[in-house]
């Protein structure tokens, strides 16, 4: 059966939102991020982008070029909250649904075509978020999520943008590989400096070509660049949460010592969610108390992946769950709502040297173990 794909991404989703809270910055450059001079750029509008300014640039390096920009520091909680609602309306109409990331979802519609044109009930859908919350969104729709993820590039901003499968070697050639989502900076300058900058001369190469360049990896983009991804559309509602559990060999009401168990829990998921580029958006805690009576409370967060935010919020939950006057058996943390993303979303108040700094201790860890360096 030949699948069909829907690929929807909210336009620079952070100025978007920060625009219907103040129209005045329609048309205006805007650069969200951290504001120190240490801090990074999250996201920049269109406008601010024709300076040369792009998401992950330093914010110092941002101000040179773009001075007359709005430069506003970010708020997750309430990019959070319209990201969920966007969700909530994409849940409430589609079959089989994936929140890849806080921004962008994949939908699966094979088999819809017999009951509905394909093509416009995505565009009602889009429609529906654009009326509904007020962002501008775009959609790629084709056979595959490669495809689909290209096109909806193709359509920004605020466009659509349908593939059908006859087209789509035709519509991929002209492209330049780095609209192929696995060619980052260095395999984009590896391709160029052997002639290859256009998907249409990528896709003539013989794979066996691209295997002893880029190993399996040479594979993967060889196949995307002929319009192949067999790459499922995995429903977000069955999306697994990760979480960390601790029985007390003796049962325990010593605050301080249930406190430092739940921190060494936190840090061991915080760096999980790191490895796997991952985010969470909704925490839980458990107490398991001496007769075996078991709570648990959570609360969705905005999305992070830092362990100092989720140890707070950790704290936070235990303090209002814990009944102080009877012994603890067991303690658990549990992390859901995942999507993909990095934690440097979340570095609006902090600055870059944070990023490296758990950078530098993530990859300790990858090396010698997780228990090789902790937190203070």
Known sequence: MERTVLHLDLDTFFVSVERLINPQLEGKPVIVGGMGDRGVVSTCSYEARRFGVHSAMPMRMAKRLCAQAVFIRGDMELYSRYSRLVTDIIADAAPVYEKMSIDEHYLDLTGMDRFHDCQLWSHELRQKIIRETGLPISFGLSENKTVAKIATGEAKPNGEKQVPIPYINSFLDPLSINKIPMVGEKTYALLSSMGVELIGTLRRIPPEAMEQVLGKHGIDIWKKANGHDSTPVCPYQERKSISKEHTFEQDTIDVAGVRHCLSHMVESLGFDLRSQHKLTGCVTVKIRYADFNTHDMQQRIP??????????????????????????????????????????????????????LYAAMDKIKRRFGEKAIHHS
């Not at 936070?316 to 992390?335: A, H, K, P, T």
């Open 303 to 356: 999305y992070t992946a830092f362990d100092h935010v989720l140890r707070q919020i950790v704290n936070g939950i235990f303090d209002r769950l814990y009944n102080r006057r009877l012994m603890i058996r067991l303690v658990g943390v549990r992390l859901s709502e995942l999507v993909n993303g990095m934690p440097q979303l979340n570095l609006f108040d902090d600055n870059i040297e944070l990023t490296q």
